[in-house]
T-cell receptor, first 114, second 114 residues
Framework: GESVGLHLPTLSVQEGDNSIINCAYS??????FIWYKQESGKGPQFIID?????DKRQGQRVTVLLNKTVKHLSLQIAATQPGDSAVYFC?????????????FGSGTQLTVLP | EAGVAQSPRYKIIEKRQSVAFWCNPI?????LYWYQQILGQGPKLLIQ????????DSQLPKDRFSAERLKGVDSTLKIQPAKLEDSAVYLC????????????FGPGTRLTVT
């Protein structure tokens, strides 16, 4: 079936370094790809999204890259801070007009080392 | 702006017992979602409401799970009877846009079935 998956379950980076979290997807009909951050004991929090007709989108300290050729997207976090430690989920949603349910991947645990 | 409220935050029950969770979405958000998040996995959509109507409940185990949103605001999710495999965090989310992928999540209810 359709799925969204992540390459690595855990990632450790030094404070101040850049982080790259990767995600693979299989649904060619996906319309939006979204990154969520989930801190311990909290619900997921929207970070950034990218529509399927784009290949790059930047936010505050974050950049999402989409490569439709290989069905891959990544989240880059610049100058990683201790507050960035969390589980990061990529999610995808179908074309507009459907129920547009979010399908989440299994998550990558990012740990920021002092 | 107040966030999505959920209660209780934690619940421990024995198998075959019943349990109910409550959610109050962000004011003005017409769309409400219930997700199940098993430890180590991403959230899985159980049911989506648009106002007080069900948009998608294809992944809701209807033999034991039920949900309602009678007045288009608050919602309750019930499990009756509970099984061991229902142990999970139950997340409620809401969005302003009917097809919104920018969803706002509550803190969740952690259910343990013994």
């Amino acid at each position: 079936g359709e799925s969204v998956g992540l390459h690595l379950p855990t990632l450790s980076v030094q404070e101040g370094d850049n982080s790259i979290i990767n995600c693979a997807y299989s649904n060619s009909a996906s319309d939006y790809f979204i990154w969520y951050k989930q801190e311990s004991g909290k619900g997921p929090q929207f970070i950034i999204d990218i529509r399927s007709n784009m290949d790059k989108r930047q936010g505050q300290r974050v950049t999402v890259l989409l490569n439709k050729t290989v069905k891959h997207l990544s989240l880059q976090i610049a100058a990683t801070q201790p507050g960035d430690s969390a589980v990061y989920f990529c999610a995808e949603t179908g074309a507009w007009g459907s129920a547009r349910q979010l399908t989440f991947g299994s998550g990558t645990q990012l740990t920021v080392l002092p | 702006e107040a966030g999505v409220a959920q209660s209780p935050r934690y619940k421990i029950i024995e198998k075959r017992q019943s349990v109910a969770f409550w959610c109050n979405p962000i004011s003005g958000h017409a769309t409400l979602y219930w997700y199940q998040q098993i430890l180590g996995q991403g959230p899985k959509l159980l049911i989506q409401f648009q106002n007080n109507g069900v948009v998608d409940d294809s992944q809701l185990p209807k033999d034991r799970f039920s949900a309602e949103r009678l007045k288009g605001v608050d919602s309750t999710l019930k499990i009756q009877p509970a099984k061991l495999e229902d142990s999970a965090v139950y997340l409620c989310a809401s969005s302003l846009d009917p097809g919104g992928h920018e969803q706002y999540f509550g803190p969740g209810t952690r259910l343990t079935v013994t």
